[in-house]
């Protein structure tokens, strides 16, 4: 079993950047699959990014692909995801989650994955 504690959320005006963190707990970091998701008011929990248990292969959502960058560093136990040129539509709850399959068999939807963070707000103003 693994915690997931994301950090890194904020308030930022349209154009900007931020950098969130999720922390895992455990010894075992490198044998989970991890993404990010999101979910906006009124609206379902999204697909955001996913990364293998190297990070040498990654997926994006094509809504952010180019502007968002999910990375890990296994010797922390955290997986990041960069957001630039943030948009007033990616305001949302972000969370962290992870799965013990390997990142080929994990589709970009929730029900692919086990464990979930509390999530971190981000709110993009104009």
């Known amino acids: 079993q693994v915690q997931l504690v994301e950090s890194g959320g904020g308030l930022v005006q349209a154009g900007g950047s931020l950098r969130l963190s999720c922390a895992a707990s455990?010894?075992?970091?490198?044998?989970?699959?991890m993404g990010w998701f999101r979910q906006a008011p009124g609206k379902e929990r999204e697909f955001v990014a996913h990364?293998?248990?190297?990070?040498?292969?990654?997926l994006y959502a094509d809504s952010v692909k180019g502007r968002f960058t999910i990375s890990r560093d296994n010797a922390k136990n955290t997986v990041y995801l960069q957001m630039n040129s943030l948009k007033l539509e990616d305001t949302a709850v972000y969370y962290c989650?992870?799965?013990?399959?390997?990142?080929?068999?994990?589709?970009?939807?929730?029900?692919?994955?086990?464990?979930w963070g509390q999530g971190t707000q981000v709110t993009v103003s104009s």
């Open positions: 989650a992870a799965t013990r399959r390997v990142f080929e068999r994990v589709r970009a939807n929730d029900g692919s994955y086990t464990y």
């Open positions: 455990g010894r075992t970091f490198t044998m989970y699959t």
């Open positions: 990364i293998n248990w190297s990070g040498g292969s990654t």
